[in-house]
């Protein structure tokens, strides 16, 4: 073989190593590129839908709350009906006071949410709501001071 051709195909032989390892580099940086628009995606879902989540919630809880503490200034007997939503993204949900009577509960996917009850002291709770069936309604007995959930 002549000293033209060997150097001819040592070209070659370089520049397809040269370009086999350009495409393999411009696989890995388009792979990369994807996976980080995938994950930003994903994220920006997850983050849209717990912070919807979280507003409904703290909503509930808050409507919940103002209920009880407008139940609570009457004098007499209140039974008051609460129109809630069923589901909270898609969810079934749990309203229930919180161990110290000091704010309002709701349990979503395993989440809890609060809001504060701004009642007199000496109030008791008793009972929870649970979002589904519809038919909510919240109890005041002034003389024995106690907000039944129901």
């Excluded at 979280?54 to 009880?68: K, L």
């Excluded at 503490?69 to 969810?91: F, W, Y």
């Excluded at 009972?127 to 909510?136: D, K, L, N, Q, Y």
Aim: glycine share 10%; net charge negative.
């Amino acid at each position: 073989m002549s000293l033209w051709l060997r150097s001819k195909l040592k070209r070659m032989d370089n520049k397809g190593i040269a370009v086999t390892t350009e495409y393999v580099l411009l696989l890995g940086v388009s792979l990369l590129i994807f996976t980080a628009v995938f994950i930003g995606f994903n994220s920006f879902g997850n983050t849209a839908s717990a912070d919807a989540c979280s507003e409904a919630a703290y909503g509930i809880a808050s409507h919940v709350s103002q209920c009880i503490a407008d139940a609570s200034k009457s004098d007499g007997t209140v039974t008051e009906s609460l129109d809630l939503q069923e589901r909270i993204c898609g969810s079934p949900y749990l309203v229930y006071p919180s161990g110290d009577g000091r704010s309002i509960c709701v349990l979503v996917n395993g989440v809890e949410y609060e809001a504060p009850v701004i009642v007199s002291t000496g109030i008791k709770f008793q009972g929870f709501i649970m979002s589904v069936p519809a038919g909510h309604r919240i109890d005041y007995e002034p003389s024995s001071g106690t907000v039944a959930l129901s």
